[in-house]
């Protein structure tokens, strides 16, 4: 996510979510949302509805391909560094990730800062049958819930942000939602392997200057064994940023703003085809040591 000249800290968000967190659970209490995850599995069962398990979209395996670096679409229409980004609408920004070949999608849902909402994430998860993570600053498990009844099949969890990372692991795995938990440096990387993570992020953005250096990935992918999904986030601006990154053995990477910033709706399809395009056959055998 983007805080770069930004006055607003990382405390100031966590803060903000553990506050709207307190509120939706006073209204919605966290066991309330098991019994309505209980009875749509019940209910969607007999209907092939989204929690049917012949409808599962599996987040983590939708990125793991042969030859080609896949890539998640962000919507994100605003940050606290960049302010608005772009006034495209939920189902316009999905239309362009299907037609870009997008292999899957992160919804923001945090709202003061991004203007997201889990709304957008429910509306998206019933506009298209890519597969879409949460993407939230997640710090407690009732988010976790909260994202599989909105219809979610990946959600990320932050390492050093979410509390107990092995349990959150646990519970998403519980709940059949696949846990991408982002890394900053090599001691994050070695305590998620720990906690049983098979899907890592490297974010690009350091948390404390919150500057995006590209080599962040270079510098750790190498820890991080071939058999577990890597996705680099944060910097992609262009197809150049892309080709070097894949070049580092990543399997994925999450762009957003680069293409929810283009120019209306074809500066965005032409963006997210050209990155998409350029990473067909990219893909390197990533060695760990």
């Known amino acids: 996510m983007n805080y770069q000249n930004s006055k607003v800290q ?7 979510t553990r506050k709207d967190i307190n509120k939706e659970k006073e209204l919605t209490p966290l066991n309330v949302l098991k019994d309505e995850i209980e009875a749509s599995k ?3 069962s007999k209907s092939n ?9 599996s987040f983590r395996k939708s990125l793991d391909h042969d030859y080609n670096v896949a890539v998640i679409c962000e919507f994100k229409t605003s940050s606290p560094s960049m ?5 495209s609408s939920l189902e316009d920004a999905l239309k ?3 037609q870009s070949g997008a292999s899957a999608i992160s919804i923001i849902t945090e709202e003061k800062y991004f203007k997201g909402s889990i709304d957008n994430l429910r509306s998206a998860c019933n506009m298209t049958k890519l597969p879409i993570i949460r993407k939230d600053f997640i710090i407690h498990e009732y988010q976790i819930y909260q994202a ?12 050093g942000i979410y509390p107990d990372l092995e349990e959150g692991i646990s519970t998403c795995g519980e709940l059949g939602i696949d846990a991408l938990v982002e890394c900053r440096n090599r001691e994050d990387i070695i305590s998620a392997l720990k906690a049983g993570a098979d899907f890592l992020g490297i974010n690009n953005r350091n948390f404390q200057n919150f500057r995006v250096d590209l080599k962040t990935t270079e510098k750790l992918a190498g820890y991080v064994p071939p058999e577990v999904i890597l996705v680099s986030e944060s910097g992609v601006h262009d197809t150049n940023d892309a080709l070097k990154l894949s070049k580092y053995g990543v399997d994925a990477l999450l762009v957003g703003t680069s293409i929810m910033g283009a120019s209306g709706k074809n500066g965005m399809l032409n963006t997210a085809t050209s ?15």
């Open 42 to 44: 019940r209910s969607n």
């Open 96 to 98: 362009v990730f299907e």
């Open 49 to 57: 509805g989204i929690f049917s398990e012949n409808n599962i979209k």
């Open 83 to 87: 302010g608005d980004i772009s006034n």
């Open 148 to 159: 599989k009844l909105a219809g979610a099949t990946g959600i990320l969890l932050i390492n």
């Open 10 to 16: 990382l405390l100031d968000i966590i803060m903000e």
């Open 275 to 289: 990155i998409i395009k350029t990473l067909k056959g990219a893909r390197v055998v990533r060695n760990a040591s």
